[in-house]
C-alpha cells in the first residue's frame, strides 16, 4: 500500500515542486519550524540504485541544508524543537531538525563529519534488532549480490526461482521480485531464502547487513557528541498497529531500555516504524507516554503547528528518489501530509 501511495504522489510531487505554487503558498503561510525525516547518507549510491528510496548523497544533504538556510531557517536540536513548540516562539525566527531514521553506518561514516563540520545537530532513531543483528538487515546486500552475478537461482513456497541478471534492467526487476518475496515471506521462510541466495558468501545470514546498520558501540560514540541525541525506532520494525497490544508496548519500551544500556543515557525520543496513520494509532501513543519518551514522530508530511501532539509530531520524508529540493518545496506546504 505504502509503495502504491507513493507511486502515485511522486510523478505529482515532482510535477507541483517545479511550479512556483509551492514556494509562493509557503511564503505566504505562517512560518513554522520543520523536522526532517531522513534515512542513511553515503558518498554515492548503490550499483543499482534499487535503494534510492533510502538514501541521500552527501551532496543531497548538502543542498538540502543550504536550501533550508537561504529560505531563514535555523538548524535546531529536537529538544529545542520541541521546546519551542510548547512555549511559543517568533513565527519569523524558523528552525529545522533532522533526523534519521533505522540507525544505518553512513550516519556515523558519512552524515556524522558532515554535519558537525557545519555545526548542525541531529537525531538518529535506531532499530535495536539492527543494531544487535537479530534482525536481518538484507536490503544493501541484495543489491549488492545482483551487482555481481548474471543470474540467481533458488526455492521458494515450493517453487523454483531463476531470475537472469545480465543486464541492469535485469537485475534491477530482479531486485524487486525478490525484495517483494522476502517482505511476503514467514520469517522462516525469508531466512531459507536469504541463506540460498548467500550460500559460499556468508557464514551466518545476520551477518549480511554488518557494515550497513551501526553496531552497539558506535551507538554510544554517537551518544557522547552533544550535536547528537539518540532515539528509539522499535525493536524489529514492525508495523505497531498489526501486533497485539503486549507485543507492541514489548517494541516501544524494550528498544528504550536497550538503548539506554548501551549508551547510559536517559532516551527521550520515539519514532514510529513507517510512521503513517496506517502504522500506529492512539494505544501506540499511549505505550510512548507509558514507556518515559518525550516525543514521538510520524512521516505525516507538513511542518510543526500548535495543534501537532507531542506523541505525533510530522516530518518531512526525503529521499532521493525525487530531486530533494523540488520534493522539498512541496512537501512544506502541507499539502500532502495531514492525512497521511
Known amino acids: ?67 533550508l538556510r537561504a529560505e531563514g531557517y ?22 529545522f ?24 545537530p541531529f537525531t538518529v532513531y535506531v532499530t535495536t534488532g539492527f543494531m544487535d543483528r537479530s ?16 543470474r540467481v537461482v533458488f526455492e521458494h513456497a515450493a517453487r523454483a ?13 530482479a531486485y524487486h521480485a525478490i525484495r517483494a518475496l522476502l517482505l511476503h515471506a514467514s520469517q522462516s521462510s525469508a531466512d531459507e531464502l536469504l541463506e540460498q ?18 553496531m552497539p558501540e558506535q551507538v554510544g560514540a554517537l551518544s557522547n557528541d552533544p550535536l547528537v541525541t539518540i532515539g528509539g525506532h522499535s525493536v524489529s520494525h514492525p508495523v505497531l498497529r498489526e501486533l497485539t497490544a503486549e507485543e507492541s508496548r514489548h517494541e516501544i519500551s524494550a528498544c528504550r531500555e536497550r538503548l539506554e544500556a548501551v ?10 516504524p513507517f510512521g503513517n496513520r496506517l502504522a500506529f494509532g492512539p494505544r501506540e501513543e499511549e505505550f510512548v507516554r507509558e514507556t518515559g519518551y518525550a516525543t514521538a514522530t510520524t512521516t505525516r508530511a507538513h511542518r510543526l503547528t500548535p495543534a501537532d501532539r507531542l506523541t505525533a509530531l510530522p516530518r518531512i520524508m526525503l529521499t532521493a528518489e525525487l530531486n530533494v529540493i523540488t520534493a522539498l518545496r512541496a512537501l512544506m506546504t502541507g499539502w500532502f501530509g495531514h492525512g497521511d
Not at 520541541?82 to 528552525?95: F, I, K, T
Not at 526461482?161 to 526487476?173: N, Q, Y
Not at 549508551?263 to 514510529?272: A, M, P
Open 197 to 214: 541466495l548467500f550460500r559460499g558468501r556468508v557464514n551466518d545470514i545476520r551477518a549480511l547487513g554488518a557494515d550497513d546498520v551501526l
Open 74 to 95: 535555523r538548524p535546531a536540536t529536537l529538544d529545542e524543537i520541541v521546546l519551542r513548540l510548547e512555549s511559543g516562539y517568533d513565527p519569523g525566527d524558523c528552525r
Open 161 to 173: 526461482h531463476v531470475f537472469l541478471a545480465s543486464t541492469l534492467a535485469r537485475k534491477i526487476h
Open 97 to 120: 531538525a533532522i533526523t534519521f531514521d533505522d540507525g544505518y553506518a553512513g550516519n556515523l561514516r558519512v552524515a556524522h563529519p558532515l554535519l558537525r563540520y557545519h555545526g548542525i
Open 263 to 272: 549508551t547510559g543515557r536517559s532516551v527521550r525520543h520515539f519514532s514510529y
Open 1 to 67: 500500500m505504502r509503495e502504491f501511495r507513493l507511486r502515485m504522489r511522486n510523478p505529482l510531487l515532482g510535477v507541483l515542486g517545479l511550479s512556483p505554487v509551492p514556494a509562493l503558498w509557503t511564503r505566504l503561510a505562517r512560518a513554522r519550524d520543520v523536522l526532517l525525516c531522513l534515512h542513511n547518507v553515503v558518498e554515492h549510491h548503490g550499483p543499482l540504485g534499487t535503494n534510492r528510496g533510502l538514501d541521500l548523497t552527501v551532496r543531497e544533504l548538502e543542498t538540502v541544508i543550504q536550501f
Open 135 to 150: 534482525v536481518c538487515v538484507w536490503w544493501y546486500a541484495l543489491e549488492r549480490l545482483l551487482a555481481d552475478v548474471d
